[in-house]
C-alpha cells in the first residue's frame, strides 16, 4: 500500500507548492512511483513547479467524478515514475464529493508508493479536503512569527481531525538565519508543537526553475534541491542528518 501524503500550510505562500514538487520528483528519482495531485482549485500551480505547464493533464475530478481513469494521469517526461493530476479550474473544494475523492485515493494507494497532495492556502475546506484521508501531512512555513502562528493553527486543526503523524518543514531559512538555528528551530517547534522533518534554505533556484519550466532537482542539485532530497530520503525512513553543508 503507499503513503498518501498532504502538504500544508496555514498562511499561504509558505512554499507548499514549490516543496511538494520537489519532493514528488525526488521520490520519483529515488526509483519509487509518485502520484502529485494540485487540490488548490481555481488557483493551481504545482505544475508550473513540476516542469509540466503545458501537460494538459487531466484533474483529479475527471478521475474522481468523471469517468477517467488513474492511468489517463499525465506522466512526467523527466520522471516517468511520476504522474500528476492537475485541479479542476471551475470548482470549489466544497463541491467535491468526498467519498468519490477517498475511493480515488484508496485506487491510487494501490497503484502508486506515495501520492502528494498540494494543499491551498488556509484552513478551511481546501485544507480539510487534502489532509481528511492523508495517513502523514507535512506543514511548510517560514521561521517569521506570523507564518508559526498559523502553522500552529494548522496543527492544532489536524490535530482536532485525528492525523497524528504531522511534521514541520522550515523553508525559505536564510544562511544568517540558520547560524541561529538551534534557537530559531526551536522556537518553530514549540510553537507549532510539531516535530521537524527538513529545512529548506531560501534559494533563487526555486523561482529561477519554475521560470525556466525545469523541476528544481533537474535544474540545481544544491541548496532548497539538495534540502528536499533530503526531506524525500527521511521520508523513506532514511536517516539523514540536518548539516549546515547539505542546504548551503
Ligand atoms: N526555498 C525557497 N527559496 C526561494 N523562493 C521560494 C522558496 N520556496 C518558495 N519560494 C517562492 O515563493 C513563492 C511561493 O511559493 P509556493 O507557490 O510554492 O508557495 P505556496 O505555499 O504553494 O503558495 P499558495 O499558498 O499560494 O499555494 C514562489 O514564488 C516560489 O518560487
Ligand atoms: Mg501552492
Do not use: W
Amino acid at each position: 500500500m503507499g503513503e498518501l501524503i498532504a502538504v500544508l500550510s496555514g498562511k499561504g505562500g509558505t512554499g507548499k507548492t514549490s516543496v511538494c514538487a520537489a519532493v514528488s520528483t525526488a521520490l520519483a528519482r529515488l526509483g519509487h512511483s509518485v502520484l502529485a495531485i494540485d487540490c488548490d482549485m481555481g488557483l493551481q500551480n504545482l505544475d508550473i513547479s513540476l516542469g509540466l505547464s503545458d501537460s494538459g493533464a487531466i484533474s483529479f475530478l475527471d478521475v474522481s467524478e468523471g469517468g477517467y481513469r488513474l492511468e489517463q494521469a499525465a506522466v512526467h517526461h523527466l520522471f516517468p515514475a511520476l504522474s500528476f493530476l492537475t485541479a479542476p479550474i471551475n470548482r470549489t473544494a466544497e463541491s467535491v464529493d468526498e467519498d468519490a475523492f477517498r475511493d480515488m485515493v484508496r485506487s491510487a494507494k494501490r497503484k502508486f508508493d506515495y501520492i502528494f497532495l498540494d494543499a491551498p492556502a488556509g484552513i478551511d475546506a481546501g485544507f480539510s479536503l487534502a489532509a481528511k484521508f492523508a495517513d502523514r501531512c507535512l506543514i511548510v512555513t517560514g521561521a517569521d512569527p506570523a507564518a508559526m502562528r498559523d502553522a500552529a493553527r494548522a496543527a492544532q486543526r489536524l490535530e482536532l481531525m485525528g492525523k497524528t503523524d504531522v511534521k514541520l518543514i522550515v523553508n525559505r531559512v536564510s544562511r544568517r538565519l540558520f547560524s541561529n538555528m538551534a534557537v530559531t528551530v526551536d522556537d518553530v517547534m514549540d510553537t507549532a508543537g510539531l516535530p521537524l522533518i527538513g529545512v529548506v534554505p531560501e534559494d533563487p533556484n526555486v523561482t529561477l526553475a519554475a521560470a525556466f519550466s525545469a523541476p528544481l532537482i533537474s535544474y540545481t542539485n544544491r541548496g532548497a534541491a539538495k534540502a528536499c532530497e533530503a526531506i524525500a530520503k527521511r521520508l523513506e525512513g532514511r536517516r539523514v542528518p540536518l548539516s549546515i553543508f547539505d542546504i548551503f
